[in-house]
């Protein structure tokens, strides 16, 4: 059987026979619930680029029903007729923001142009339409050419859309992937200022009262900055490590794995996979890390630390030396395994770092170093009891964060 590492081409798994952990439920969810906007944070590796990827694919217009076959036989198509009948009906956009990296905010701003003007580059054929005046020929020309002036550049995707829904007649899908990458840069690199303006523009202009917009779905890793990304949108709906929505998308569940290690005939070894990369807990539900577990069958079950991400050492060391007495007393309980309590507080994570102490638990539970035991929503936000989730972990945790305090 081949196992997807790294994969996150929804059409290049299905088309090459990967083993596919089921998620296509989701779309059925998203088009039950129908959210104009859905913002999804979950740790790094878990899952949500190929999730975008399959939306990408289910909804498309592009090739219609030509990708029909990538459903086949999983649970979106057995959900019937009134779900199916939405595929390859939506025009979508699709942008990751990944490789959006810049030490100052003008290196910035130049790698968000050629990210723009890749994108419009794969709609050159919209100008074709003798319904766009020739003022909007220059500013798609202008985008294209990296020419644009920012104040241009910040209503870019907006603008987008609308061309889209000009030329197909019905509002477009936005998958953004990465949207919080450019803020985590302009916090670490001193341009935190310009990229919340730019951004809040950029996104609030997509996503705000338009018209071009069917849905969008957001996804990375923190929470977004403050609430003035979304001033005026009153249907935004966030998923993330503490709430209790759609907690089953992303990661393995124990069933899931269960499943994969029963199809691969190594159903002996659970416990092990359970202590080295499950643990998580979302909404009640018991989360497993989904590259982990890929990763270990790939390696003939050798348990070891697959999750080979770097924890960003600038934040870590404007956190940590704020932490109190007991506050580092609390880092020390966890590291021996014990509980502790914490307000975790997504939306105002980049406020909060040099003046909250709790900021930093926000940051460790955001990328999987902690999950919650439980939580619930008090007066200052979510009152969660963390954890260190299993063996993994916490050599991430010892690796990372422990040599700080030690």
């Known amino acids: 059987m081949k196992l997807p590492i790294g994969i996150e081409d929804f059409a290049m798994l299905r088309q090459n026979n990967y083993y596919f952990v089921d998620k296509s439920l989701f779309i059925k969810d998203l088009l039950d619930r129908s959210p104009k906007v859905l913002v999804m944070t979950r740790p790094p590796r878990f899952g949500k680029s190929l999730l975008l990827s399959m939306l990408k694919y289910f909804f498309s217009s592009e090739y219609g029903k030509g990708n029909r076959h990538l459903f086949d036989g999983l649970a979106i198509e057995q959900a019937g007729s009134p779900y199916m009948d939405e595929q390859g009906e939506k025009p979508v956009v699709m942008i990751s923001l990944k490789e959006c990296r810049g030490t100052t905010w003008a290196q910035m701003l130049e790698n968000l142009k050629s990210k723009m003007a890749a994108l419009y580059q794969q709609y050159m054929f919209l100008m074709k339409n003798k319904a766009i005046r020739d003022v909007e020929r220059r500013y798609f020309t202008a985008i294209c050419n990296k020419s644009s002036n920012t104040a241009s550049l910040e209503i870019s995707l907006q603008q987008l859309l609308q061309f889209i829904k000009q030329h197909y007649h019905k509002p477009v899908v936005l998958l953004i992937d990465d ?18 303006t730019f951004m809040g523009n950029f996104l609030g202009s997509a996503l705000k009262t338009n018209p071009a917009l069917d849905f969008a779905l957001l996804a990375g890793v923190l929470g977004i900055p403050d609430n003035n990304f979304f001033l005026g949108l009153n249907n935004v709906v966030t998923s993330s490590v503490v709430n209790e929505s759609y907690p089953t998308t992303m990661g393995f569940t124990r069933d899931e794995v269960t499943k994969l290690a029963s199809t691969l005939g190594q159903k002996q070894r659970l416990p092990e996979i359970a202590q080295w990369y499950g643990g998580y807990h979302y909404a009640g ?12 069958f790939a390696n003939h079950c050798r348990s070891q630390s697959y999750w080979d991400i770097t924890i960003n050492q600038t934040m870590l060391k404007q956190l940590i030396p704020i932490a109190s007495h007991g506050q ?28 909250n102490v709790d900021a930093l638990y926000t940051f460790l539970l955001s990328n999987g170093c902690l999950t919650t035991e439980s939580s619930h929503w008090g007066p200052a ?13 916490h050599i991430l945790y010892r690796q990372e964060i422990f040599r700080h305090i030690s």
């Open 381 to 393: 936000g979510y009152e969660c009891t963390l954890t260190i989730p299993n063996k993994e972990a």
């Open 179 to 196: 949207y919080d990458m450019v803020i985590q840069q302009a916090w670490e690199n001193d341009f935190y200022t310009e990229a919340c």
């Open 285 to 296: 539900m018991e989360i497993y890390n989904p590259w982990s577990v890929i990763s270990y």
């Open 328 to 355: 580092h007393n609390s880092l020390l309980q966890l590291h021996d395994g014990q509980n502790i309590t914490a307000v975790i507080e997504e939306e105002t994570f980049y406020e909060d770092v040099g003046k």
